[in-house]
């Protein structure tokens, strides 16, 4: 490939319009530290890390319920690989964004019957993909590829973990982009007797297929949510750390492609590690020196970490995965006041008030951006019930 072919299709990119589409939250707050949301129509992959009970699910479910309420013809495929993904909370949140847009466009006010119809008909749009592994993460991404019209490039050997490409009979399946000897296309022509039936064939197949992509071009899947990377990869990696990011890193690629070449939003969601013989950030009697030391003793894969002293967790998979993220949030929790930090980590002069307990609130910060300028971007929000996103 040319490189002016390249500069061309990057260029023509950033003049179009719809590459600036934003997907927000609903949360004020959270949609001014990522200057209007997570980019849409230009591709690409953004990350949220975070431990439990941080807001991430929460976060990607708002994100979720946005794109769905921008166009009534963009659809969502939810990839879920721990078996959690919970329909019925999403379709709170569906009911909550709905009514704070009916409130916001109109004075009347719509029944909760109305709502839940209109939040159910929303859900159609949704598809959820159960995996089970690494080798399902990869076909479910092969068989989302197929739908979107895209070739399928990713040929790789059964039994190596990534993917068999088995067929129904259960032969392996190997997708060829081009002949690579011209003597296998005569061995071809020779064994065949009818080549004129077989073009009849061909232009029956290509019709057929030109009808299915006219189809499924109605439905425009725009948005890919993976639920979480980190529960697939992990054992991946630890089985073996080498190989395993060998296959993350393909398959990073593969997902870059796609998010790329059909203008996708790709939200991945990933936990949080914490590095051995550290306290938690919600123990109580973490003393300032304590937090100051694990972060001394970070590990040196680590390259992408907190702002905030106190917060010593950083985004699981290694410092390879990072890499090929366009956008990397972090999300963690920390004390609400300056007296609710000293009621957890004291007050410096090694005393440990505990007397009342303390408050804390989730903060989102920007750790990585490849396009933008929204490094070390940050703010403070709470979860009410589960499904809005407050600020702090």
């Not at 009818?194 to 030109?210: A, Q, R, Y």
């Not at 990072?322 to 999300?331: A, E, I, K, Q």
Request: glycine residues 8%; negative net charge.
């Amino acid at each position: 490939m040319l490189a002016c072919n390249l500069f061309r299709g990057f260029g023509n990119g950033q003049r179009d319009p719809t590459s600036k589409i934003r997907v927000g939250t609903g949360c004020a707050v959270i949609d001014d530290a990522l200057c209007g949301g997570f980019s849409h129509a230009l591709g690409g992959i953004s990350c949220i890390s975070g431990g439990s009970g941080t807001g991430k699910t929460t976060i990607a479910l708002n994100v979720l319920a946005s794109h769905l309420l921008a166009q009534s013809s963009w659809h969502v495929a939810v990839i879920d690989t721990t078996g959690t993904f919970d329909v019925v909370r999403l379709l709170d949140v569906l009911i909550h964004r709905l009514r704070a847009q009916v409130c916001s466009e109109s004075t009347s006010v719509a029944s909760d019957e109305e709502l839940a119809k209109r939040a159910e008909g929303l859900l159609e749009r949704v598809r959820i993909m159960r995996v089970f592994d690494f080798t399902g993460l990869m076909e479910a991404i092969r068989e989302l590829k197929e739908k979107l019209g895209e070739p399928n490039r990713m040929v790789v050997e059964h039994g190596r973990g990534i993917g068999s490409g088995r067929t129904e009979s259960g032969c392996n399946k190997v997708t060829r982009a081009m002949i690579p000897d011209s003597e296998d296309e005569d061995d071809e022509m020779l064994l065949d007797p009818s080549p004129e039936k077989n073009l009849d064939g061909l232009e029956e197949t290509l019709s057929m297929e030109s009808d299915e992509v006219t189809k499924e071009a109605e439905n425009l899947l725009k948005m890919i949510v993976i639920d979480n990377v980190t529960h697939v990869a992990g054992p991946t990696l630890k089985k073996n750390y080498v190989q395993g990011q060998a296959f993350l890193t393909s398959f990073l690629r593969e997902l870059t492609y796609l998010s790329r070449e059909n203008r996708l939003g790709v939200i991945l969601l990933n936990t949080t590690v914490t590095p051995r013989d550290v306290p938690s950030e919600k123990s109580e009697g973490t003393m300032p020196d304590q937090t100051n030391a694990a972060r001394e003793n970070l590990p040196n894969c680590i390259n992408q970490h907190s702002i905030f002293t106190s917060t010593t967790s950083y985004p699981a998979l290694g410092k390879t995965f990072p890499y090929y993220l366009d956008v990397h949030v972090l999300l963690s929790s920390l004390p609400r006041t300056t007296a609710n930090a000293v009621n957890i980590y004291g007050s410096g002069n090694g005393r440990i008030s505990a007397t009342k307990p303390a408050q804390l609130v989730n903060v989102l910060e920007v750790l990585a951006d490849r396009w933008e300028a929204r490094i070390g971007h940050w703010c403070s929000f709470t979860i009410e019930k589960g499904v809005e996103l407050l600020p702090s």
